[in-house]
C-alpha cells in the first residue's frame, strides 16, 4: 500500500505550533522481546504506532505470545511460547528482529532464526550478539543462512567485554542474563538512553539490572520474571527531526512528551546553527529558528552520548541551507549518505567520499521527485522539502512508516503544506 503513496510537499511555509512526540521506536522493540520473558501479560504505554512495532508483535505471535493493541497501549501475553522459531520473512522485515534471540534462548533454552537480512545502512553483522551468547553457554551453529541456537542447562553468567558499544548487542545481553544462572557483566556498554528504560522494565518485573547508562551494566539472574506495565519512553529521534523541520522552516514549535536531556547531543548543534531552544516543565521543548542558520561546522556521529547516527539525515538536510561548509563524519554506519544524491536533486551541494560528507550551504531548494531508501534518510527528504520552493514529491513511503507515526499529519498540524497521496 505504502509503495503506490506519494508524500506531496509544497515548501516554504513557516512551521507554529506544538507537538507531541511519538514514543520510542528503538526503546518499544527491546520491550517487545522484555515482555515476551516474564509470562503473562505486559502492558505497553506510549507505543507508537509504526509498522517495526507490528512486525515485532508478528514476531511475538509466532513464538505463542497474544497481542492486542489500543491505541497507544500494547498488551503482550507471553503466558505460553509454543514455538522458539522465528520464520525467515520476519527476520527479513525487520533487521532488528535478532533482539528476540536472547529473550527466547534465556526462557526456553533454544531458539532458531535466520540470519537477520542486511539493510539499507549496510550489512548488519551480529557477531558481538552471537560471541555474547557463546561466552553465557549458548551453542549456536550457524547454517544455510539459519542459527539454531541452544542452551540445554540454561545460560550462564559471563563476564563480557563488547568491542563495540553495540545497541542491540548490550539489549540482546541484558535480556538474555536476566534469567541466566548467576550474574553477568557488559563491559564497554552501550549508553544510549533506551538501555536505561529496558532495565527499568526488566527491574519492575523483578529483575536485577544495575549500571544501565553508564559503560559497566550488570544483571543479575533471577529465577522468574513476572509481568508488568510500563511506558515508553519518548523518540528523541522523531524529537531531533521535528526540531530540524521546525529550523528549516524558519519557524518555531513546542514539543511536549519528550526528554530534553535525551536531545542535548542534537540541541548543542542546532544552538550552534543559531537557533534558540528552551527546555521547560519535565518534558517540554521550544526551539525558534531565525533564518539565516550557519554551518555547525564538523558533526561527527557517535556512540551515546555523542551525537546520534540516526539524527544524521535529518541534520544533513537542514545544513544544505545553512550559510558555509559542513562536515558529516559517520562514525557508526559505513553506508549512511544514500539521502545525500536525492537532497542533490533538490539543489544541496554535498560531496561524499566514504564515511565523510561535505555539504556547502546554499541560497535556496527547489522541489523535487524524490526517494526514500532508508527511514533516516527519508526524513531528510521531508525535513528538505520543507525548505525548498515549490513542490516536492516523494515515494519510498514504507521506510519512512518504519520509524514516524503519522508524519505528515504532525507537520500539517504545525503549518506545513503536506498531504499523502
Ligand atoms: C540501533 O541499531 C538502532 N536500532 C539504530 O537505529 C541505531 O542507528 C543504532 O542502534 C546506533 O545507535 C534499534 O534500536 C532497533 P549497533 P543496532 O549494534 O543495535 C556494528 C533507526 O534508524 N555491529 O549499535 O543495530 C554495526 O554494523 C535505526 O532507528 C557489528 O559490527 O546498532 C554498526 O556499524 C538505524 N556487529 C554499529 O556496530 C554486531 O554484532 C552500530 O550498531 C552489532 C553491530
Known amino acids: 500500500m505504502a509503495e503506490q503513496q506519494r508524500i506531496i510537499i509544497s515548501g516554504g511555509k513557516r512551521l507554529e505550533g506544538e507537538i507531541a512526540v511519538q514514543g520510542a521506536k528503538n526503546g518499544a522493540l527491546p520491550l517487545f522481546a522484555a515482555a515476551a520473558l516474564c509470562g503473562g501479560e505486559s502492558v505497553l504505554h506510549n507505543c507508537p504506532k509504526l509498522s517495526d512495532c507490528d512486525s515485532a508483535c508478528r514476531i511475538?505471535?509466532?513464538?505463542?505470545?497474544?497481542?492486542?493493541?489500543?491505541?497507544?497501549t500494547v498488551t503482550v501475553d507471553s503466558s505460553v511460547i509454543g514455538s522458539v522459531e522465528v520464520p525467515t520473512h520476519l527476520m527479513r522485515e525487520m533487521r532488528s528482529s535478532i533482539i528476540?534471540?536472547?529473550?527466547?534462548?534465556?526462557?526456553?533454552?533454544?531458539?532458531?532464526?535466520?540470519?537477520?537480512?542486511g539493510?539499507?545502512?549496510?550489512?548488519?553483522?551480529?557477531?558481538?550478539?552471537?560471541?555474547?551468547?557463546?561466552?553465557m553457554g549458548a551453542e549456536i551453529e550457524e547454517k544455510h543462512g539459519f542459527l539454531d541456537c541452544t542452551a540445554p542447562s540454561g545460560l550462564h553468567g559471563a563476564k563480557i567485554t563488547l568491542s563495540f558499544s553495540s545497541v542491540g548487542?548490550?539489549?540482546?545481553?541484558?535480556?538474555a542474563a536476566s534469567l541466566a544462572e548467576g550474574v553477568t557483566e557488559i563491559h564497554n556498554a552501550a549508553r544510549e538512553p533506551e538501555i536505561t528504560d529496558l532495565a527499568s522494565f526488566i527491574n519492575k518485573c523483578g529483575g536485577k539490572v544495575s549500571g544501565a547508562g553508564g559503560s559497566t551494566v550488570t544483571i543479575e539472574g533471577v529465577e522468574k520474571l513476572r509481568p508488568c506495565e510500563h511506558k515508553i519512553m519518548p523518540d528523541r529521534i522523531a524529537a531531533a527531526t521535528y526540531l530540524c523541520c521546525a529550523a528549516v522552516s524558519g519557524g518555531e514549535l513546542i514539543l511536549t512528551e519528550t526528554d530534553h536531556n535525551d536531545l542535548r547531543p542534537v540541541t548543542a548543534v542546532l544552538e550552534q546553527m543559531g537557533c534558540r531552544i528552551y527546555s521547560y516543565g519535565q518534558s517540554n521543548m521550544f526551539i525558534n529558528a531565525k533564518k539565516p542558520l550557519i554551518s555547525p561546522g564538523t558533526v561527527r556521529t557517535n556512540v551515546h552520548?555523542?551525537?546520534?547516527?540516526?539524527?544524521?539525515?535529518?541534520?544533513?538536510?537542514?545544513?544544505?541551507?545553512?550559510?558555509?561548509?559542513?562536515v558529516f563524519v559517520e562514525n557508526i554506519f559505513e553506508n549512511r549518505f544514500k539521502h545525500a544524491s536525492e537532497l542533490a536533486r533538490l539543489g544541496a551541494r554535498i560531496s561524499?567520499?566514504?564515511?565523510?560528507?561535505?555539504v556547502t550551504g546554499v541560497k535556496n531548494l527547489s522541489g523535487a521527485e524524490l526517494m526514500a531508501t532508508d527511514l533516516r534518510g527519508g526524513a531528510a527528504l521531508i525535513t528538505a522539502a520543507l525548505g525548498a520552493e515549490g513542490v516536492s514529491r516523494i515515494s519510498g513511503l514504507s521506510h519512512i512508516d518504519r520509524g514516524y507515526e503519522n508524519i505528515e499529519g504532525v507537520l500539517r498540524s504545525v503549518g506545513a503544506d503536506i498531504k499523502r497521496m
Do not use: W
Open 352 to 358: 561524499v567520499e566514504g564515511k565523510v560528507a561535505v
Open 60 to 72: 511475538l505471535e509466532c513464538i505463542g505470545c497474544k497481542c492486542k493493541r489500543e491505541k497507544n
Open 305 to 326: 552520548p555523542g551525537f546520534p547516527t540516526d539524527a544524521q539525515p535529518p541534520l544533513m538536510a537542514l545544513t544544505t541551507l545553512a550559510a558555509g561548509t559542513t
Open 119 to 135: 539493510c539499507e545502512l549496510g550489512p548488519r553483522p551480529i557477531d558481538f550478539h552471537l560471541a555474547a551468547l557463546r561466552e
Open 100 to 117: 528476540f534471540l536472547g529473550a527466547i534462548l534465556t526462557r526456553c533454552k533454544s531458539c532458531r532464526l535466520s540470519f537477520p537480512g
Open 169 to 175: 548487542a548490550t539489549e540482546n545481553i541484558m535480556l
